[in-house]
């Protein structure tokens, strides 16, 4: 089974900036579509960023458009979210998941059954 571990997060005051990290076991991240999720206390997981396999084609929600970049780096079976510009809203459990293709995420994402433990983000204000 592949395995996705987040990490990256933490406290960082409103307008700082975090990398997360999403590595991944058991599986290369070849021809494979990512994405980040969020969950903030008390709110539905929502969806953040997308990336398809060969990084060539991106997709972000428009609530972080501008602010956030997601990548890919194949090699390390590793993808990263780039969040800039933070803000108190984006304070959430980060998480990452995976799908055959982008749009099957984009399409599908709020079926999936597995989730990793997430990396909490604050953003203090």
Known sequence: QVQLVESGGGLVQAGGSLRLSCAASGRTFSSVALGW???AP???????AAISWSGGSTYYADSVKGRFTISRDNAKNTVYLQMNSLKPDDTAVYYCNRAATVQTMLERWAGFGSWGQGTQVTVSS
């Not at 008390?42 to 953040?48: A, D, L, P, Q």
């Open 37 to 39: 999720f969020r969950q």
């Open 42 to 48: 008390g709110k539905e997981r929502e969806f953040v």
